[in-house]
């Protein structure tokens, strides 16, 4: 059964910093891999999809990567706003989709 | 297109009653999942369908759930009878060939 795990669960930072953030998974036979992002009580937006025959997308100031020999994906999210604030969620696509627990961030003014 | 539309938005029920979630997925996905968001647990995937035929239902938690798409354009989750346990979020999305997943804004369930 596939496992996906993200790290850090929570993730506090200043305005303008650049970071990353990591979801690794155990089984690399997927179809794909999504980026959501989360608001409080709202449903789940998607932010980026990676097949798994790409090694990258990128959207505005957001970039994932893939690798999925290694089992792992992380985002970049470039030049963060206090806008970026939410739950960033990674889910891969074996036939189903199974999702990390999320990592929660907030970006300080 | 609506997107994903989920109903109700939230409800709320007494223990023992019987709980039914819709949905209408976007038209021409061919994939719906339903899920399950707790605090404690996160995202778990209850079941999913492809072309309206239940493919994997191993996440559904009890025989208490059940999940029926009748026809492409929609899909119930029913809970009976509901316990305050089943309080959750439940998401559902859709997908097309191209199996990027578009989520519904949710059901808050509160069981009392």
């Not at chain 1, 669960?9 to 794909?32: H, K, M, Q, R, W």
């Not at chain 2, 609506?2 to 709320?12: C, K, L, M, T, Y």
């Not at chain 2, 719906?32 to 647990?41: A, D, K, N, S």
Request: hydrophobic share 35%; glycine share 6%.
């Amino acid at each position: 059964k596939q496992e996906v795990t993200q790290i850090p669960a929570a993730l506090s930072v200043p305005e303008g910093e650049n970071l990353v953030l990591n979801c690794s998974f155990t089984d690399s036979a997927i179809y794909n891999l999504q980026w959501f992002r989360q608001d409080p009580g709202k449903g789940l937006t998607s932010l980026l999809l990676i097949q798994s025959s790409q090694r990258e997308q990128t959207s505005g100031r957001l970039n994932a990567s893939l690798d999925k020999s290694s089992g792992r994906s992380t985002l970049y999210i470039a030049a963060s706003q206090p806008g970026d604030s939410a739950t960033y969620l990674c889910a891969v696509d074996n036939n189903d989709m199974r999702f990390g627990a999320g990592t929660r961030l907030t970006v300080k003014p | 297109d609506a997107g994903v539309i989920q109903s109700p938005r939230h409800e709320v029920t007494e223990m023992g009653q019987e709980v039914t979630l819709r949905c209408k997925p976007i038209s021409g996905h061919n994939s719906l999942f339903w899920y399950r968001q707790t605090m404690m647990r996160g995202l778990e995937l209850l079941i999913y369908f492809n072309n309206n035929v239940p493919i994997d239902d191993s996440g559904m938690p009890e025989d208490r759930f059940s999940a029926k798409m009748p026809n492409a354009s929609f899909s119930t989750l029913k809970i009976q009878p509901s316990e305050p346990r089943d309080s959750a979020v439940y998401f559902c999305a859709s997908s097309p060939t191209a199996r990027e997943a578009f989520f519904g804004q949710g059901t808050r369930l509160t069981v009392v």
